[in-house]
């Protein structure tokens, strides 16, 4: 006599609730769970969802890293871990929402505008790659309701004439040779901080007194250097040089760094020096090499009102660069009336 399968009984929870499941067979019991679980056919089960988080990174080591610049890439890596990471912590993609979006933002606090547009075209990035991944439908950084508020970005106030020749002045008090280069090429040449660290001494034709400015030093990682090209096409020129400074600069090998010698310098090297000069010149105020372009840029404008002029020294596109945010200008009340009679002759 056959033997009787024994009939198939097993407990489950469904939605926090014990239930016997039972069959005959494994194909019967397969069925009968289905239907418990209100399913017919086949089942269905919650689309896996992606935690943020591990997204974005994916995201930024594909996408991102490979295929920009290191300081880009830099740039994008530090808003995802200062301001983005933090702002969705523990949330899957498909469940941030406008406001989370617009959490991220009034978190950021009362800074300028400009960094948070920061964070928000990375964020951007990552959020469309998730539409066109199928993970969610819309941006939620789209929506009209998202707003970004923020201040102006602080604006470089030029050093004063008075503390200009006070330094120029000075530059003999300097002690090391690569220390009065750094001042004196700042102070008197329109050009960006990471331009002199990026010049050699092939740059400096002391016959035609020119500098080329060919290359460009920056620090990424807020340490070691990295030599690139400059900014922009137009960043890449030919200005003169003072020519009475050209006793104070003790030459060194054609392909050297004018600053660093074989190598550039590092963020820390730079800072020091900083510090050693203003207190070698007895300075009131820090050495700031930023300021030093916008003070030149704003004087040479003053003594040539010739714009075309200022924006070639300064390596801009556009004249209307130069006139934003470089110079500044010296009066505090422009006359706009005496001009003009003396044009019509009053």
Not at 199 to 225: C, G, K, Y
Request: glycine share 4%; proline share 5%; aromatic share 6%.
């Amino acid at each position: 006599m056959a033997k009787t399968s024994k009939r198939i009984r097993r407990e489950i929870v469904i939605d926090g609730v014990k239930r016997w499941i039972t069959g005959a067979t494994e194909q019967e019991y397969a069925e009968n769970l289905l239907k418990a679980l209100n399913v017919s056919g086949t089942a269905q089960f919650a689309p896996q969802k992606h935690n943020f988080q591990t997204y974005a990174q994916r995201w930024f080591e594909v996408f991102s890293k490979p295929n920009v610049s290191l300081i880009t890439a830099i740039t994008y890596e530090r808003q995802l871990k200062l301001h983005i990471y933090p702002a969705f912590d523990g949330m899957d993609v498909e469940d941030i929402k406008p406001t989370d979006v617009q959490e991220m933002f009034n978190r950021m606090g009362d800074v300028a505008k400009e960094t948070k547009m920061k964070a928000r075209m990375v964020l951007n990035m990552v959020l469309e790659q998730a539409v066109e991944d199928s993970l969610i439908q819309k941006n939620p950084l789209a929506a009209r309701s998202v707003r970004i508020v923020g201040g102006s970005s602080r604006a470089i106030e030029p050093y004063s004439v008075a503390q200009m020749r006070f330094l120029v002045q000075r530059l003999d008090l300097i002690v090391k040779p690569s220390d009065r280069a750094f001042l004196a090429l700042h102070a008197l040449h329109p050009l960006r901080p990471e331009e002199v660290l990026g010049l050699m001494w092939r740059d400096l034709d002391f016959t035609a007194q020119t500098i080329h400015i060919e290359r460009a030093v920056t620090h990424p990682s807020r340490n070691a250097p990295l030599v690139k090209e400059t900014k922009t096409q137009a960043s890449r020129r030919t200005i003169n040089l003072v020519p009475q400074i050209i006793p104070l600069l003790e030459r060194g090998a054609e392909d050297e760094f004018v600053l660093g010698g074989e190598k550039p310098l590092s963020y820390s090297m730079v800072r020091k020096m900083c510090e050693r000069i203003q207190r070698q010149t007895g300075f009131e105020e820090r050495i700031t090499p930023r300021r030093f372009r916008t003070t030149v840029l704003t004087d040479l404008y003053d003594a040539t009102k010739d714009i075309k002029q200022a924006q070639h020294a300064a390596g801009h596109t556009t004249a209307a660069m130069t006139l934003k945010h470089y110079v500044k200008g010296r009066e505090q009340t422009a006359n706009t009336a005496t001009p003009i009679a003396q044009v019509y002759g009053l």
